[in-house]
């Protein structure tokens, strides 16, 4: 053989006659890239939380459990709580319901919140002092989250509520059959256990005052205060807030309401009112709202769980007098627009008492004679990016400032208020929330991921349920959320499954080992795409190439 004829020398470029001068890899109009995108749960959840994050790590059992905790009261330090009484609406946006069902994210996140209690965990140390003073006025998920993000940074923090017991409308307005008070002061108590300094029964009555005080002040009173209608009544007595009655019965007080109660509004604080209704000796309690189901505010699993209570909703109706045990409920009929309108068509209705539940203001007595914060439609105006008032060094979040008035979002507005406070602090411009690429369905194959049957809670039967405000929906347990979390599909990130490896015609991907991933020898792939095709969550794009 000639030294013409030689067999070229692979991986060294020898001139033009070598087969590095005819990689497959010049074939190529498209290349495909490793990407990260964000899953579509994530994205819609209003506290942020990494939830493919925390599902990973509990995916590997027990010795998973901590750092999913971990990674999870990063974003939220109320995973117990939440777990209970959040509506989730990351599983409403969860890709797994287009194989089968979404992921129970919100039973694992509870699991790993009884789990943190159980063990003893602690939250991370805060950072070094800031030597800066803060106050959270409100001690409700937007206050403590708030707290608890601004303690992290290094600030001291105080928070000053009003009440005699921290939690806010957790505490106050949400019934314990829902969430356990022990569970909640658990969770309280370890974010207190960090540094942050908790006053109740110490109300805030000067913005002045608290401002010389303190460097910086996050408003968060939640909406406490009961809106009010106008309705005859021959006797007034007759006629309570829901709210009040919640409160009451969460202090140990519970009030006599009798045997008939008729509820009148249709959000989430009726269906509460109407549940403890019948938890209180009620044989008849009945929800009066005016509009149909498909325009209650409530949401569904609150209505379902009511009606699986015993609790009647009359729709169409609304409360037009109140003579006694006796209340008048007038038809309605909605327009062309959805709107009810009285038909004129009336029929009686028992009832020793009717608890009024039409919706909640914030308690907004402090910003009284506060000029240069803006109040518009119940609401302390802020700015929508550093949730700063017209006041310098003054935020609120939570239920005093626009938005959604759930506890979930109040959290995520907490931990904004703490993030643009720090800023404000040092000075800095809060950066602007990076944009996201969602990992829609359409980029997934799902003919990768076996059917799986999402694993339901146990609840308590009905019949027990109204007999008192032990807790209806139980937990996971470990077996349980393990598998739970191993239902998720890892939806825009790569977690080495090796189909890109083993389907590349080319054997252009290396692996690069445990948790490294892989990467792609572009002298060699012909971009043909099968890579991409083939990656069951999405984490493969395929970008035209440029030469």
Not at 214 to 225: C, E, H, Q, R, S
Not at 345 to 363: F, K, N, P, R, S
Not at 478 to 504: I, K, Y
Request: one cysteine or more.
């Amino acid at each position: 053989m000639s030294g013409h004829d030689a067999p070229p020398t692979v991986g060294v470029s020898t001139g033009p006659a070598t087969s590095l001068a005819y990689h497959t890899g010049t074939w190529r109009t498209e290349r495909p890239v490793y990407v990260e995108l964000s899953p579509p749960c994530s994205l819609a959840c209003p506290s942020g939380e990494d939830i493919r994050g925390w599902l990973g790590s509990t995916q590997e059992g027990a010795e998973g459990f901590e750092a999913a905790w971990r990674r999870l009261v990063a974003a939220n330090p109320l995973p117990a709580v939440m777990g209970r009484i959040c509506y989730h609406p990351c599983q409403t946006a969860c890709n797994r319901g287009s194989v089968d069902e979404e992921v129970g994210i919100n039973a694992v996140e509870r699991f790993l919140g009884d789990t943190a209690l159980d063990e003893g965990w602690a939250l991370p140390s805060p950072a070094a002092s800031s030597r800066r003073r803060v106050l959270v006025v409100g001690s409700g998920p937007a206050g403590l989250s708030a707290a608890y993000h601004l303690r992290q940074l290094g600030h001291a923090v105080t928070i000053r509520e009003a009440a005699a017991e921290p939690g806010g409308m957790m505490r106050y307005g949400i019934p314990a059959y829902r969430l356990p008070r022990e569970i909640l002061a658990a969770e309280i108590r370890r974010i207190v256990d960090t540094g942050v300094v908790l006053e109740c029964s110490t109300p805030v009555t000067s913005l002045d005052e608290a401002q010389a005080e303190f460097d910086a002040v996050v408003l968060t009173m939640g909406a406490g205060v009961a809106h009010h209608v106008d309705i005859p009544a021959a006797a007034a007595s007759h006629i309570v807030d829901a709210i009040d009655v919640l409160r009451d019965v969460a202090s140990g007080k519970p009030p006599l309401l009798g045997r008939r109660v008729a509820v009148y509004g249709g959000g989430n604080t009726a269906m509460d009112a109407a549940r403890t209704a019948r938890r209180l000796g009620a044989s008849d309690a009945v929800v009066v709202y005016r509009r149909t189901r498909e325009q209650m505010p409530a949401h569904p699993t609150e209505l379902d769980d009511a009606v699986g209570e015993g609790v009647r909703v009359q729709w169409l109706s609304t409360i037009s007098a109140v003579d006694g045990p006796k209340v008048t409920i007038e038809r309605m009929v909605l327009d062309e627009e959805g709107r009810p309108h009285g038909t004129g068509e009336y029929e009686e209705l028992d009832a020793d008492t009717v608890l009024l539940a039409v919706g909640q203001d914030a308690d907004l007595t402090l910003l009284a004679d506060v000029p240069d914060v803006g109040v518009t439609d119940g609401v302390v105006a802020v700015d929508p990016a550093t949730l700063m008032t017209g006041r310098d060094g003054v935020f609120a979040a939570g239920d005093v400032s626009p938005g959604s008035r759930t506890a979930t979002y109040a959290i995520g507005r907490g931990a904004r208020a703490a993030k643009a406070v720090d800023a404000w602090l040092a000075a800095r411009v809060l950066p602007a929330e990076p944009p996201a690429r969602e990992a829609t369905t359409d980029r997934l194959n799902t003919w990768y991921y076996s059917d799986a049957p999402k694993q339901h809670r146990p609840e308590l039967e009905a019949a027990r349920r109204v007999t008192g405000f032990e807790e209806v929906l139980a937990g996971l347990d470990a077996e349980h959320a393990v598998f739970e979390a191993r239902r998720c599909l890892s939806c825009g990130s790569c977690f080495e499954c090796d189909n890109c490896f083993g389907m590349c015609p080319d054997d252009a991907i290396r692996k690069l080992g445990p948790g490294m991933r892989y990467e792609i020898d572009y002298d060699y792939c012909k971009g043909c795409g099968i890579c991409a095709a083939e990656c069951p969550c999405g984490a493969i794009d395929m970008i035209p190439e440029v030469r």
